[in-house]
């Protein structure tokens, strides 16, 4: 995802800098990225402009490294300040007692999702880290579960709550 963020961000430095007339890196200033920063800022997101233009500045201070640029026009470049997100309210004791009381135990499919509904409110997992797991990947006797290759492409270990370990212990069987 973050390799398709900058190659996006990079096609719009492109036709960013090609509409101001600039074709080759090396005639690139900090007026032309400046320009390209303003209209940026004017067409997207606060927190979208912050990560092109970080883009932009590690672009130019690794051809500047390579030695293709004797000088890094981005050297300066302003970066926006990213807007903060803030975490939704958590649930209450008693809305998270409602809503695991939501699936029909009384029948396999209440019971895979009474258990995935208890994994998830123990572990922490991301739903996209959740749907990449294989049954090999949760210990229920050690009650934890490995992680492959979740956020920022790293792995760990996240433990397993009793009742999610009995849940899922039932739905096993």
Not at 4 to 30: C, H, I, M, N, P
Not at 128 to 149: C, M, T
Request: charged content about 30%; some cysteine.
């Amino acid at each position: 995802a973050t390799l398709k963020a900058y190659r996006g961000a990079l096609y719009r430095l492109v036709a960013g800098l090609a509409g101001q007339g600039v074709a080759d890196a090396r005639e690139v200033t900090s007026a032309h990225l400046e320009a390209y920063a303003r209209t940026t800022l004017e067409r997207v997101s606060r927190n979208s402009a912050h990560l092109y233009l970080r883009m932009v500045r590690t672009f130019f201070r690794d051809l500047a490294e390579s030695h293709r640029l004797l000088l890094d026009p981005a050297t300066g470049l302003a970066m926006p300040k990213l807007e903060r997100k803030r975490v939704g309210p958590m649930l209450a004791r008693e809305e998270m007692d409602r809503l695991l009381a939501v699936p029909d135990v009384a029948n396999p499919p209440g019971i895979r999702d009474r258990a995935l509904l208890e994994f998830l409110c123990s572990t922490g997992l991301r739903v996209s880290e959740a749907r990449r797991l294989k049954a090999a990947d949760v210990d229920l006797g050690s009650a934890v579960a490995a992680v492959r290759a979740g956020k920022g492409a790293k792995d760990r270990v996240a433990p397993v709550g009793k009742a999610a370990v009995e849940w899922l212990g039932r739905y096993m069987a």
